[in-house]
């Protein structure tokens, strides 16, 4: 039987109370989903004359308590003890954290920006964040203190992401057009003798193959050289490239992939090269530092 705890229930009210609380302020907040690690939610800042926004994020950490007294609570402050592996996670974050502490009963919300708390050598030791109700209470007096939250973050070294800036963007995606056929023939050989068949008689071996199941797979017309010497004679056909390309058989995905691929590396081997570890082709060296451009199409009739 599935059940909401308490728990989930007071840390669901406590998301409503904190969006509606910066929302009365200008401000939108954004809560995750249900598999966050750690992050409660975004909020982004927002000019509360003229409405702009600026893509300036906050990432919000929520607790929630229902009511009675907090811990350590006086009239002017309370505390909240940090387990060190939230706390870790929280100051490795590439924007500014903050920690909001509500409490339901009062509808108290206060807040505490963790990278500036904890910048202090004594609070990173101790782990404990103190609060102070008045200043650190969510209200439109907290809207200049957010916003130099982002700016003290945004020093060199920090990256703050922003989705609303003008961007170009390069692509290295190529658009992929195949032959309307696949050619395909059987052979006795293993792949290892296969490529010492070819390179006995031809030297250089083109790529653009796969062996599977005993039989050879190319765009090319296979039979005619180089490798006719290699495949069993009479026993070629062609087949629809589309019976690979629209399969939903996880094994003929693959090897169509794979002979994509290899397809490619014989088309761009003379000017590009294949970095294994990196996974990606880049241009030989050359003397020329003017712009390259390479084209090719697969041999197939």
Known sequence: MKKISEQQRIGQQGVHLLGARLLSVGLSFQPNGPLDAGIDGF?????????????????AQLKTQRQGRLTEETDESFSYLCRQEDLDYWLGSNV???????????????????HTWFADADHRRSRKVIFNKTKDAVNEAALPGLAATVASFSAPGRVVPSTRIKESLNTNLLKVAFPTMLHVAETTLNYSEVREALVERYQSVPVDWILYG??????????????????????EETIETLQWSES???????????????TLGEMVREPLAYWRDGRYLFWKLGTSRSARVTSGRCRSP
């Open 43 to 59: 909020l982004e800042l927002r000019d509360s004359e003229t409405g702009e926004v600026r893509a300036q994020w906050i990432t």
């Open 248 to 262: 939903e058989g996880e094994v003929t995905r693959r090897l169509f992939v794979e002979l994509l691929n290899k």
């Open 96 to 114: 500014p954290v903050v920690l909001f502490f509500a409490r339901l009963s009062d509808e108290c919300i206060f807040w505490k920006p963790l």
């Open 214 to 235: 005993k039989r050879i797979y190319s765009f090319r017309d296979i039979s005619m050289p180089p490798f006719r010497d290699v495949i069993e004679e009479g026993s």
